[in-house]
């Protein structure tokens, strides 16, 4: 399940980073019509939207890279280390980034309901800037749920009930 929604988010932040580049260039095709005065010009608010998609984006990667273990770390003694001492170290990063990710999640939704009551809109499109932490917020909560599996799959690694990929 949590590689189900690791996957799912990964592959929609990826779609949502098409779809900026494709409305990006035709921002950029309308502007460049704009000395021929034929009506086709860029696209309003370019930035708001490229702003909100690209946060969206990042916290719909999230959940992949704490399922696949490639976010950055340091392992410069870990050829030094007993694999049961490394295994424990795994542990206690996957226990931190669950800390985090819930706490950052948390976070995120109190930032959402607050820009929700005062109503606040982006400067040019005048988009309702709690829309971008609603959308961000789903990948946030997918890396909730994927770091507490990870959370557990390393307490497994460490008692030898699953072998490392």
């Not at 779609?15 to 502007?31: D, E, W, Y």
């Not at 542990?91 to 948390?106: D, H, P, Q, S, Y």
Request: hydrophobic share 55%; net charge neutral.
């Amino acid at each position: 399940m949590a590689d189900f929604i690791a996957r799912g988010l990964a592959f929609a932040g990826g779609g949502i980073l098409i779809l900026i580049t494709l409305i990006t260039c035709m921002s950029i095709i309308g502007r460049a019509f704009v000395p021929l005065d034929i009506g086709i010009g860029p696209i309003r608010g370019i930035y708001d939207i490229t702003e909100i998609g690209m946060a969206t984006a990042i916290f719909a990667f999230l959940p992949w890279a704490q399922m696949r273990e490639t976010h950055a770390r340091v392992d410069l003694f870990q050829t030094f280390m007993p694999r049961s001492f490394d295994r424990a170290l795994d542990l206690l990063f996957n226990i931190g980034m669950a800390f985090v990710a819930a706490i950052g999640t948390w976070r995120l939704y109190l930032g959402m309901m607050d820009k929700l009551s005062y109503g606040e809109t982006t400067l040019i499109a005048q988009i309702p800037v709690w829309q971008g932490f609603a959308a961000s917020l789903v990948g946030a909560i997918g890396f909730v749920i994927v770091a507490l599996f990870c959370v557990w799959r390393s307490a497994r690694r460490l008692a030898g009930m699953e072998q490392q990929e």
